[in-house]
T-cell receptor, first 111, second 112 residues
Framework: DVKVTQSSRYLVKRTGEKVFLECVQDMDHENMFWYRQDPGLGLRLIYF???????EKGDIPEGYSVSREKKERFSLILESASTNQTSMYLC??????????FGDGTRLSIL | KNEVEQSPQNLTAQEGEFITINCSYSVGISALHWLQQHPGGGIVSLFM???GKKKHGRLIATINIQEKHSSLHITASHPRDSAVYICAARRNYGGATNKLIFGTGTLLAVQP
């Protein structure tokens, strides 16, 4: 069974901090995704990666960056956290054109 | 207007009822996904379909490409079916990956 593991379920940080969210998948998937989920807005794509060191912006990349140095790991970085980045963050991975497998999510609060 | 619209946003049913959740999309797609999210966050893929109908247990998903519409049906609903159901369209870009456009979800509560 595919396992997508996010490093934290809950995280509390302060404004201005640099925040790292980590995601690891164990199925050799090429594609990895970072989403945020907010009430009434659904899932919105922040960044995705289709190979090691390859990344593309999603719909809401402002204030975020990503890193994919190894195939199994995709990191989301909040360069300088702000309160409007308080959200649920979900990581997913997939093979090309196959269903995405999601992690359990990280509920991030920025104070 | 969102490119993927779901209805209803909220649905309350009695155990045993037949449930239908609808999804309409306005873009060209290569596949339509139905996902389930239980309280606590985890999202599970239920179906991926590009034509016709798929069935898994008490769940049935249908798609009409010409009408740009998909439905998720739950037969003999049970309280454990209570969850958010999300429709997502894989857009017809080509390219190296499968970006999805998500609906905002339908919150289903099945009461015993």
């Amino acid at each position: 069974d595919v396992k997508v593991t996010q490093s934290s379920r809950y995280l509390v940080k302060r404004t201005g901090e640099k925040v790292f969210l980590e995601c690891v998948q164990d199925m050799d998937h090429e594609n990895m995704f970072w989403y945020r989920q907010d009430p009434g807005l659904g899932l919105r794509l922040i960044y995705f990666s289709y190979d090691v060191k390859m990344k593309e912006k999603g719909d809401i990349p402002e204030g975020y960056s990503v890193s994919r140095e190894k195939k199994e790991r995709f990191s989301l970085i909040l360069e300088s956290a702000s309160t409007n980045q308080t959200s649920m963050y979900l990581c997913a991975s997939s093979l090309y054109n196959q269903p995405q497998h999601f992690g359990d999510g990280t509920r991030l609060s920025i104070l | 207007k969102n490119e993927v619209e779901q209805s209803p946003q909220n649905l309350t049913a009695q155990e045993g009822e037949f449930i239908t959740i609808n999804c309409s999309y306005s873009v060209g797609i290569s596949a339509l996904h139905w996902l389930q999210q239980h309280p606590g966050g985890g999202i599970v893929s239920l179906f991926m379909l590009s034509s016709g109908k798929k069935k898994h247990g008490r769940l049935i998903a249908t798609i009409n490409i010409q009408e740009k519409h998909s439905s998720l049906h739950i037969t003999a609903s049970h309280p454990r079916d209570s969850a958010v159901y999300i429709c997502a369209a894989r857009r017809n870009y080509g390219g190296a990956t499968n970006k999805l456009i998500f609906g905002t979800g339908t919150l289903l509560a099945v009461q015993p």
